[in-house]
């Protein structure tokens, strides 16, 4: 059996394996995802979002404890994307350590994407990692990734439910962090509701929730504002309850196809972009690309005028 055939039966090294040659877009990985693809679309995909130390992975570890204690629950997968800002550090480890609550439940996989550098970026490698992961039948895919940047919010734009994550006694510069992701939240959950404060942040949420405009073209969803504990299991059923209402909603109003097209309209968009500048790297040379950057530096040239120059070429 090759490595796509082992991951089919469920072998968990080879299921790593696979995940590593799609992550790094390897031959190998792009000859499995081809292979893969048409298995693929099974997964309600959740992306959980927001700012450092909320609780995401947390609250990822005790979504998935629920969402399997029922019988014939779906396989869960849970994909945390490394957060990129600078003031988290040693997350990665933490996340480690708490996965091991999930571990020994065959049904369970954590997956941490490793290459931030990864050719072609971390939303083609995180994609990537997801549509295998679907194709291998785990039908509730967690993504987590820390809402700081522009990326991070377009990884979490691509999954079919936005799930973002606040808490209480976070400092003032985590405010603006907020307004930009609240936008795409399908359910704003207020974690640490054990600590004290949450009152004010729900208050404040949801003063903020009413200012947002209504998305065009997506309905009538309103997002609920749900309170949870990932340290004491509080309000986690509800946010499952919560998941598969939206989900149910989106199937319902066809949204959940006017999600995917726009998820796939945007990845062959982007790998377009890639390819493009590939290539066109390639045509004009690393010589001539210097030669103009030196223009510009030396205020010769805008480098918008540098760029129609290239181009004329
Ligand atoms: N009191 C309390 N602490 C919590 C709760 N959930 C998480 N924490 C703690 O908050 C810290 C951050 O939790 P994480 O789950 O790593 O948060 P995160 O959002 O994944 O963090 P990053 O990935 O670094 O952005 C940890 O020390 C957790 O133990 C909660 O409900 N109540
Ligand atoms: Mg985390």
Do not use: C
């Not at 971390?122 to 039948?137: E, F, K, N, P, Y």
């Amino acid at each position: 059996m090759d490595l796509v055939e082992r991951a089919l039966a469920g072998e968990r090294l080879a299921i790593a394996r696979l995940l590593t040659q799609v992550e790094n877009n390897t031959l190998l990985g792009q000859e499995a995802l081809q292979r893969l693809y048409s298995r693929t679309g099974n997964a309600h995909i959740v992306g959980l979002t927001g700012a450092p130390g909320t609780g995401k992975s947390s609250l990822a570890n005790q979504l998935a404890k629920v969402l399997r204690s029922t019988p014939n629950a779906h396989k869960v997968a849970i994909v945390a994307v490394d957060p990129s800002s600078p003031f988290t550090g040693g997350a990665l480890l933490g996340d480690r350590v708490r996965m091991r609550d999930l571990a020994g439940d065959p049904g369970v996989f954590v997956r941490s994407m490793a290459s931030r550098g990864a050719l072609g970026g971390i939303a083609r490698a995180t994609s990537a990692v997801v549509q295998v992961l679907d194709a291998l039948g785990f039908g509730i895919i967690l993504v987590e990734t820390v809402g700081t940047g522009q990326s991070e919010v377009e990884i979490a734009r691509l999954a079919h439910t936005v799930i973002v994550v606040d808490a209480p006694g976070l400092g003032d510069d985590v405010q603006a962090i907020k307004a930009g992701i609240l936008e795409i939240a399908d359910i704003l959950v207020v974690n640490k509701a054990d600590l004290p404060g949450v009152e004010n942040t729900l208050r404040a949420l949801s003063l903020m929730l009413e200012m947002i405009p209504q998305a065009q073209g997506e309905t009538n969803w309103k997002p609920p504002l749900l309170r949870a504990s990932a340290v004491n299991g509080e309000g986690i059923e509800e946010i499952v309850q919560a998941i598969f209402r939206h989900g149910e909603y989106l199937r319902n109003h066809s949204l959940w196809t006017t999600r995917e097209k726009y998820r796939v309209l945007t990845e062959i968009l982007e790998r377009v972009q890639e390819t493009l500048l590939e290539q066109w790297k390639h045509t004009v040379g690393e010589a001539r690309l210097n030669e103009m950057v030196n223009n510009v530096l030396k205020r010769e040239i805008s480098p918008a005028e540098a760029v129609k120059r290239l181009m004329e070429r």
